[in-house]
């Protein structure tokens, strides 16, 4: 008996853990609700939604504004912490910066995590696009260039996995969803040493990766610029962006060593 009630008592604490965490991402996405948006947002009891929206309040989680509740700031010291921890964020981001002032467009930092690339760091030049996708977005490895550049220089078995586990995503007509063609395209990668993403995650923009390795070979990340394809569709544009980006990333892996 008290064994079953242990059983039971830990299958409702993950239950309560699992519905907190979906509130959060909810509120990540609408930005501000109310308790009955909630309710029938999530398709829970209104008492249900109030006491989830009390108790992330109670923990300075959320503000509770007229009713309207938000996730509270509290949330970007956590992030913010995560960042700081991987060395790459520190030693890349002067790099990111410099890249994007030099070239104008928009340039970015991301990790390998769980079959996504995760931004950790980016910055905007002048004539950089903008798309709005802030730090922490995830996207799978085979839609972005920075996602492929990691994906390019781990082992057939290692991409294997992860199109077993993960599948192809799609989010454009030209996104790459045939594991053949992939490794065509990951093999072209490592001939090359960079990786082009040809409107593969959103219509209308190319981007160029470059990973970022230590010294034994091991990925630990990836660096991208990207613009409009119309600006970075000649061959001469490539060649210049490419060879500023290889610079950079030379640079970080450099620095990373040393620390």
């Known amino acids: 008996m008290d064994g079953q009630d242990v059983s039971n008592d830990g299958r409702s604490s993950l239950s309560v853990m699992e519905r907190t965490f979906e509130i959060v991402e909810h509120l990540t996405a609408v930005e501000e609700t109310g308790v009955t948006e909630l309710a029938n947002q999530l398709n829970i009891p209104k008492t249900t939604a109030h006491s989830y929206l009390k108790t992330l309040e109670n923990t300075g989680y959320a503000i509770n504004q007229d009713g309207r509740y938000r996730l509270s700031l509290r949330i970007l010291l956590h992030g913010g912490q995560l960042r700081h921890s991987f060395s790459l964020f520190q030693t890349g981001r002067a790099e990111v910066d410099r890249l994007a002032r030099e070239t104008g467009e928009a340039v970015n930092l991301g990790v390998h995590e769980d079959g996504e690339r995760v931004i950790i760091y980016g910055s905007e030049g002048e004539n950089a696009i903008w798309d709005d996708?802030?730090?922490?977005?995830?996207?799978?490895?085979?839609l972005t260039a920075m996602g492929k550049a990691m994906l390019a220089f781990r082992s057939d078995e290692f991409v294997e996995d992860f199109v077993e586990e993960h599948g192809l995503a799609k989010t454009t007509k030209h996104s790459i969803t045939d594991q053949g063609k992939l490794f065509e395209d990951l093999e072209a990668t490592r001939?090359?040493?960079?990786s082009i993403e040809s409107e593969e995650?959103?219509?209308?923009?190319r981007a160029f990766g470059v990973p970022v390795r230590k010294n034994t070979g091991e990925v630990i990340?990836?660096?991208?610029?990207?613009g409009?394809?119309?600006?970075l569709a000649s061959r001469d544009t490539e060649?210049?962006?490419v060879e500023r980006l290889k610079e950079a990333v030379n640079i970080v892996e450099l620095q990373h060593e040393q620390r």
């Open 228 to 231: 409009p394809n119309s600006r």
């Open 239 to 241: 060649e210049k962006l």
């Open 133 to 142: 996708v802030p730090v922490g977005s995830r996207t799978p490895l085979n």
């Open 221 to 226: 990340g990836a660096m991208s610029v990207a």
């Open 191 to 194: 001939q090359r040493e960079y």
């Open 201 to 205: 995650h959103i219509v209308g923009v």
